[in-house]
């Protein structure tokens, strides 16, 4: 049986894959006995998703994965994160497996900070805020500390098609592409994909 592994899955959790993310809302709720508590605002992970962190590895045997996918999760890792990701979706990856990856386009949203920028009344602030770059207002608070120093929801390295090309490349990805929603000749990836997160963002599959 096909073995497929989502990453950084958020609450999209398909049955016919291993769902995995590394939210420390997630790693609370797997704690015995007090994990059964819900945390306040917080919505509850679909049973089938299980913690695991991609830069540190997943528990996965090398080699035995046919099909991986990480959408919009790439971009909240720093440079040096990043490249362990890639070297460990690599290492459980089967020769000839698929990874497929989306990400926000910085390009687009560089070219819409420039077409906008003299009609913009604030547009360093507009371009921050929308590619998720800027810190608008630090939490000094003890939980505030934490979110910043386990959480993971600002964008620290963002990428355009080339660079991430020429990264999956030098990672050991071949036959790298431009690809689109559900287009993938796999229709395993039928079950993750979101229209809505191809939007404005560069998606790549390749294969090892």
Known sequence: MKKYVQYGCGFSAPLKWKNYDSSPTLRFEKLPIIGKFKLKN????????????????????ENSIDGIYCSHVLEHLSYEDFL??????????????????????????????????????????????????????????????????????????????KSLTQELDKAGFINC?????????????NYVEEQSRFLNAVAIECYK
């Not at 920028?117 to 207002?137: C, Q, R, Y």
């Not at 929603?181 to 395993?188: G, P």
Request: glycine share 8%.
């Open 42 to 61: 917080a919505q509850k992970f679909p049973r089938n998703v299980f913690y695991g962190d991609i830069v540190n590895g997943l528990p996965e045997v």
């Open 84 to 161: 362990q990701a890639l070297k460990n979706t690599y290492k459980i990856l089967k020769p000839g497996g698929i990874f497929r990856c989306v990400v926000p386009d910085l390009k687009h949203a560089a070219e819409e900070y420039l077409k906008n920028f003299e009609g913009d009344s604030n547009p360093a602030k507009n371009f921050m805020t929308s590619t998720m770059l800027g810190v608008e207002k630090r939490n000094k608070s003890i939980f505030g500390t934490l979110v910043s120093l386990f959480g993971n929801s600002k964008h620290l390295w963002m990428w355009d098609n």
């Open 177 to 189: 592409r431009n690809c689109s929603f559900n287009d993938s000749s796999d229709i395993h990836f």
